[in-house]
């Protein structure tokens, strides 16, 4: 074949090759059948208008990896940045085709593609991801122009300090509005809708449980004086990539002796020593949907009798607060149940007097959902289809008002909890919650003891 005919077939290949959709993605019927439940519910006349999240610098030509804005993912499925949505329920005339949805792209460029990736370009991201058309981004004023100018304009909500293509966008969007625009009613019914989850959801976040609790067990197998919370940070991270987790769901939370006293510590650098108690937050994220796991175990393996009593109280708490998740039952009811447990227990070890004195130990709420962000929306009233969290925890730093055998013991346990019909499930189940088995656990080795370097 001559060399010419060869790069155009060569050339021809690379432009007809699209991004990869995963076979276990949220379908595009439950997409569509999302979208369709928001239309219905927007008033007549209104249009609604998403837009994803700008792609953040880190430093110098160095970017953040992309995250989409959570609701214009929920939404459509698309991972692009410099994208948006547009829904107008009673329709608009786009190139002579009636419709009641847009999604704005990126053009094609195979040059740029070199550096990037592939992109899907308006041509094609339609028809993969089942929207009624798709167009070039830089068409958003013709859109917007053919979605009216009359009824309230609906957005969720409006981005935080945007940059590049979408602070252009945005801005366009806000000139267009200005006057109709309606806060918080979109973004509080796409809460109301991500509260529930649906059995494909449900089995995305088993997936990102799944390569979690992967990692809380090596990571307690791996654990041993003289390392570093960054060893540990690393084995369950590894875990996570190899449960096909694309990112962490936050930053891993890894804090041993006195840093385990620290709710959101994110440093990782200290030396574990023999003898303090490590409390680690970690999970995984795939394809969106973020677990959210702690263990807290002791760095040689065995818990001290001041390390055990407070763990075994926070068991006792945590198995409350399950009992408690319920259908029909208040999303408070676990934190109650919980908290009541902390308190006779906090009492009877002689550490605190008063219900006001559990404050400075347990500072924090029992539970949050979790979903498409590892702090998901709310809801009031429990029902089938509701994950949580159910997490409560003891911090005593040195210098508390108590004795000092108890100073720098921090203790959290946290699993991940479906709700259903009947009887809560623990869904990170896999992670031995109960310190015999922690210790039992710890006397194996994990991938963590490997040595390298």
């Known amino acids: 074949m001559p060399v010419l005919s060869l790069l155009a077939l060569l050339l021809t290949q690379r432009r007809e090759a699209l991004p990869l959709l995963e076979p276990d993605r949220i379908t595009n019927a439950e997409h569509a059948a999302r979208r369709a439940k928001v239309k219905a519910w927007m008033p007549k006349g209104s249009v609604a ?25 929920y939404l459509t499925g698309f991972p692009e940045p410099e994208s948006a949505l547009v829904l107008a329920p009673d329709g608009m005339t786009i190139d002579g085709k009636r419709v009641t949805e847009v999604l704005l792209v990126n053009d094609r460029d195979p040059g740029q593609e070199t550096w990037t990736g592939y992109r899907f370009g308006p041509a094609t991201a339609a028809t993969r991801l089942g929207i009624e058309m798709s167009v070039s981004n830089r068409r958003l004023k013709d859109v917007l122009a053919a979605a009216g100018t009359g009824g ?11 940059t590049g293509s979408i602070a252009t966008m945005q801005g366009d969007v806000e000139e267009w509005a200005k006057g109709r625009e309606r806060p918080g009613g979109l973004a509080a019914q796409l809460g109301r809708m991500r509260a529930i989850k ?92 973020s677990a959210d796991v ?25 198995d409350a607060g399950i009992a408690a998740c319920r259908s029909g039952a208040d999303f408070r009811a676990s934190h ?31 539970s949050h959902t979790i979903g498409l962000d590892v702090h998901d929306s709310s809801i009031g009233t429990l029902a089938p289809g509701v ?20 100073w720098n013991i921090g203790v959290r346990i946290e699993d991940d909890v479906l709700v259903t019909d009947g009887a809560p499930v623990i869904l990170s189940a896999g992670a031995p919650r109960k310190a015999d088995e922690i210790e039992a656990l710890m006397r194996q080795k994990g991938i963590g003891n490997v040595k390298i370097g």
């Not at 160095?62 to 989409?68: A, K, N, V």
């Not at 309230?152 to 945007?162: E, Q």
């Not at 702690?294 to 945590?318: C, H, M, N, W």
């Open 336 to 366: 109650q149940a919980a908290s009541k447990v902390l308190l006779d227990g906090m009492t009877k070890l002689g550490i605190v007097k008063t219900p006001r004195d559990l404050a400075r130990y347990f500072m924090h709420g029992t």
């Open 152 to 162: 309230a304009v609906l957005r969720a909500p409006n981005l935080n300090d945007p």
């Open 198 to 289: 649906s059995p494909a959801e449900i089995e995305l976040i088993k997936k990102a449980v799944a390569a979690t609790v992967k990692g809380h067990v090596e990571a307690m197998k791996s654990c041993e004086p003289d390392g570093h919370e960054y060893d540990l940070q690393a084995v369950v991270e590894y875990c996570f990539a190899r449960g096909g987790c694309e990112s962490v769901g936050y930053n891993s939370i890894v804090g041993a002796g006195p840093d385990s006293c620290t709710l959101h510590y994110e440093e990782d650098r200290r030396a574990m020593n023999a003898g303090e108690i490590v409390c680690m937050d970690v999970a995984g994220e795939y394809h969106g949907y």
């Open 294 to 318: 702690t263990r807290s175990f002791p760095v040689s393996g065995t818990y001290s009798k001041e390390q055990r009593a407070i763990y075994d109280l926070v068991l006792a708490a945590q």
């Open 49 to 73: 208008v998403l837009l994803t999240n700008p792609e953040r610098n880190r430093s110098n030509d160095t970017d953040f990896r992309f995250h989409p804005d959570v609701n214009f993912w």
């Open 387 to 406: 994950t949580m969290t159910v997490e409560p925890g003891i911090y005593i730093p040195a210098g508390s008002p108590c004795d000092p055998k108890w």
